[in-house]
């Protein structure tokens, strides 16, 4: 069966529509539509050197595979015209635009699923929206209390108890009904979404040394131990809390699943360090298929040729495989 799926260009000024472009230079088995300023991509085209047809989406033809250099577009207008590289505030209301009709268009089953080339969430808060994130947008969009970052490649999985926290707030935000939520999810996403069936997680500690018995630090005794061990009568298979210095090397690995960071730059640094490029990141526990791009807009590379598209079509791949596992 040939699937949709709606791809956000992103950032204008970075390298989303670069990506959007240099993929549809291939044949794609499945429909690509991309949700962007026609001319925006045209001009980018343009700049890189690249033939682009553009086919304007339409609602009421079937998918088809996508042809080499054709971009199906579904169209949102820019506020301003855009120079690659360089920002804009009046245009962060357009790429919020982008997120919307992307994940209005998943909830009302246009498309398989969403995903999504990078955004700049500085220039969308200069424009007085507080923005921290495509992953909290979606959970505030879909009304859902959780969901969970997870950032994969075909032999690593890293998910995050907290998400886009300044450092300072992240020990207040490690409870026990976060930790429970965010596993709960993980591990019934890794069933329904990747066919694991009974997945085994692997659970960071917050402190250096998971707190080394308390003595740097009491959230492991305090909190995540208790908590883990609840989740273990409920049958889930954990192991941890493990110091995460050495939770990522091959012994403990080669046994796991997944892995549950208790915040972001404690996993995502491991997981780009392992893999950058051929990584998606997906947004667990929301009523839509959403993946992503494992980097971010890239403004010094806007208009040059030089981004790489591996981690957006590693993003297309996993969403496929994702729709593919649900139907
Ligand atoms: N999925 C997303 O929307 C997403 C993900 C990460 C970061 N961001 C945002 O992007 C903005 C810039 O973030 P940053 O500078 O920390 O990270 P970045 O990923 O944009 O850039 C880091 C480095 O990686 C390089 N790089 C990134 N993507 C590349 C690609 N596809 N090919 C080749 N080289 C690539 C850049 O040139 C730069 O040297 C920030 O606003 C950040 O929040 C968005
Ligand atoms: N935390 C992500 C990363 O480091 O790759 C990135 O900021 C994107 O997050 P959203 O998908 O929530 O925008």
């Not at 956000?8 to 989303?16: D, L």
């Not at 250099?69 to 949102?76: F, R």
């Not at 590289?85 to 992307?102: D, K, P």
């Not at 090397?249 to 892995?259: E, I, S, Y």
Request: glycine share 8%; charged share 15%; with cysteine.
């Amino acid at each position: 069966m040939t699937l949709r799926l709606a791809i956000t260009a992103g950032e204008p000024a970075g390298i989303g529509p670069d990506l959007c472009i240099q993929i549809a230079q291939q044949v794609h088995a499945h429909e690509l539509v991309v949700i962007a300023d026609p001319q925006l991509l045209q001009q980018r085209a343009a700049l890189l050197g690249l033939p682009l047809s553009i086919r304007l989406y339409n609602d009421a033809e079937a998918p088809r595979p996508s042809c080499a250099g054709e971009l199906c577009v579904c169209p949102v207008a820019l506020a301003q015209p855009v120079v690659a590289g360089q920002l804009q505030v009046a245009n962060s209301h357009y790429v919020l635009e982008t997120l919307r009709v992307a994940v209005q268009g998943a909830l009302d089953k246009r498309w398989a699923g969403i995903v999504t080339a990078p955004v700049h969430k500085g220039i969308i808060n200069d424009a007085g929206i507080a923005f921290s994130g495509h992953t909290e947008y979606f959970r505030d969009y879909c009304g859902v209390k959780e969901v969970v970052m997870m950032l994969a490649t075909s032999d690593l999985r890293v998910a995050l108890v907290t998400t886009h926290l300044p450092l300072k707030d992240v020990p207040a935000a490690i409870t026990p009904e976060r930790i429970k939520r965010v596993t709960r999810i993980l591990h019934n996403d890794l069933v329904t979404f990747f066919g694991i069936p009974a997945p085994h997680i692997l659970v960071a500690g917050l402190n250096p040394h998971a707190g080394e018995d308390g003595h740097l630090g009491r959230e492991e005794l305090d909190v995540i131990i208790p908590t883990l061990n609840d989740l273990r009568a409920e049958g889930l298979h954990l192991t941890g809390p493990l110091p995460a210095d050495t939770l990522y090397t091959p012994k403990h690995l080669q046994h796991a699943d997944a892995t549950l960071a208790m915040y972001h730059d404690q996993g995502l640094p491991v997981l780009k360090f392992h893999g950058f490029g051929r990584a998606a990141n997906i947004t667990l526990g929301l009523p839509v298929i959403r993946t992503s791009v494992d980097h971010g807009t890239a403004l010094d590379l806007a208009g040059s040729g030089k981004a790489d598209a591996g981690s957006l079509l590693t993003a297309i791949d996993v969403a496929l495989h994702m729709a593919a596992h649900h139907v």
